[in-house]
Nanobody
Framework: QVQLVESGGGSVQAGGSLRLSCAASAHTYSTFYMSWFRQAPGKEREGVAAIYNGGGGNYYTYYADSVKGRFTISQDNAKNTLYLQMNTLQPEDTAMYYC??????????????????WGQGTQVTVSS
């Protein structure tokens, strides 16, 4: 079982930026599939970004179309921490953001049911 703790959420105006962090407990974190999801009130949980170790020290990232070019997922293995840098935020980005992890393998990176470990979430609110 991997414990995940998100932080960094808050309230910003449209066009602003936030950086979310997700601290993971597992010592094998660096080999896990890691992702960010979000869920707005009344909507289904939506995959935002994912990152995974493709072997040979290569990490691959994948983004939902709605955030491509604005959000960047990254991880610091020395700190067991996953990040989501969010730029040019828009009101439609308002949601609870969740960190997710799974040892894999995962073929559909932004599909919530693929992940067995979840954090409690951090709220992001973007005002116009």
């Amino acid at each position: 079982q991997v414990q995940l703790v998100e932080s960094g959420g808050g309230s910003v105006q449209a066009g602003g930026s936030l950086r979310l962090s997700c601290a993971a407990s597992a010592h094998t974190y660096s080999t896990f599939y890691m992702s960010w999801f979000r869920q707005a009130p009344g909507k289904e949980r939506e995959g935002v970004a994912a990152i995974y170790n493709g072997g040979g020290g290569n990490y691959y990232t994948y983004y939902a179309d709605s955030v491509k070019g604005r959000f960047t997922i990254s991880q610091d293995n020395a700190k067991n921490t996953l990040y989501l840098q969010m730029n040019t935020l828009q009101p439609e980005d308002t949601a609870m953001y969740y960190c997710a992890a799974d040892p894999g393998p995962i073929t559909r990176l932004l599909r919530a049911v693929e992940y067995r470990n979840w954090g409690q979430g951090t709220q992001v609110t973007v005002s116009s």
